[in-house]
């Protein structure tokens, strides 16, 4: 069984080679890929290898996990399984990144409030709160 390994911290000025010959001494490596960006070409900072078994990839792990490469220090892990793809990707499309009609548009630093953000009063009215709470109790309480 194949194993896919996650190859981190890689400098943006990594050519496709040289990445290749970091692990062309294990000729048994199935794969390598180094992800790229699509409009400049250049390394996103990451890539992966793929070898044939565990004790393989544990060999890499152990000896270039922290491995110094071009002034950077690699970050090497077995790689997380891939997350199941919607309908639409399993088909090869592109998925749908638009927002439904209607929606208002998020602004940077927007968060989606769960149940327990929405319960908690904003910091800046908290004392203002707790007054209003003592004297609606004190009203409560004398009626």
């Known amino acids: ?3 896919r390994l996650y190859i981190g911290n890689l400098p943006k000025e990594v050519e496709k080679q040289e990445f290749e010959d970091v692990f062309a001494e294990y000729g048994e490596a199935a794969s390598m890929k180094l992800i790229t960006d699509r409009k400049t070409g250049k390394c996103r900072g990451f890539g992966f290898v793929t070898v044939k078994d ?3 990839a544990d060999q890499i792990i152990e000896k270039f996990n922290g ?3 071009k002034e950077t ?3 090497i892990e077995k790689a997380l399984p891939r997350a199941k793809s919607s309908p639409n990707e399993a088909e090869g499309a592109a998925p ?3 927002a439904p009609k209607g929606a208002k548009p998020r602004r940077a630093g927007d968060t989606p409030e769960t149940a327990t953000t929405a319960a ?3 910091p800046r009215w908290a004392s203002e709160l707790e007054k209003l709470k003592s004297l609606l109790a004190a009203q409560t309480a004398n009626s």
Do not use: C, G, I
Request: glycine share 0%; proline share 6%; charged share 40%.
């Open 73 to 75: 220090t690699l970050k």
């Open 67 to 69: 491995y110094e490469f």
């Open 96 to 98: 749908s990144r638009r």
């Open 1 to 3: 069984m194949s194993v």
């Open 54 to 56: 565990d004790e393989l």
């Open 120 to 122: 908690q009063p904003d």
